[in-house]
């Protein structure tokens, strides 16, 4: 099994910065890809970033341009850069891991952390 740890969450203005941290423990070597969901209140869970571990990248159409995945030094870590944070970027934010298992793939969620950017 994986788990997924984020921190970085918090409250910024308008045109503001943050850096989200997801470090996964566990069964590492299973993971295929990690990405960002988010899920604002009365929403569905939506996909923000991921990053596979090839290193190819997908996001949203909301984000891009704005916000970039990457992956840290070791293979257990992901950042996601959120620039020009918007109010309708407020969200909680879920790291995830894909992972590849001999008994098939199996999904992995952090507890998520809390951003809000005010109007």
């Known amino acids: 099994q994986v788990q997924l740890v984020e921190s970085g969450g918090g409250l910024v203005h308008t045109g503001g910065s943050l850096t989200l941290s997801c470090v996964a423990s566990?069964?590492?070597?299973?993971?295929?890809?990690m990405g960002w969901y988010r899920q604002a209140p009365g929403k569905q869970r939506e996909l923000v970033a991921r990053?596979?571990?090839?290193?190819?990248?997908d996001y949203a159409e909301s984000v891009k341009g704005r916000f970039a995945i990457s992956r840290g030094d070791v293979k257990n870590t992901v950042y996601l850069q959120m620039n020009s944070l918007k109010p309708e970027d407020t969200a909680v934010y879920y790291c995830?891991?894909?992972?590849?298992?001999?008994?098939?793939?199996?999904?992995?969620w952090g507890q998520g952390t809390q951003v809000t950017v005010p109007p």
């Open positions: 990053v596979t571990r090839g290193g190819s990248t």
């Open positions: 995830h891991a894909h992972a590849s298992y001999a008994y098939g793939p199996s999904e992995h």
């Open positions: 566990g069964n590492i070597n299973a993971i295929v890809a």
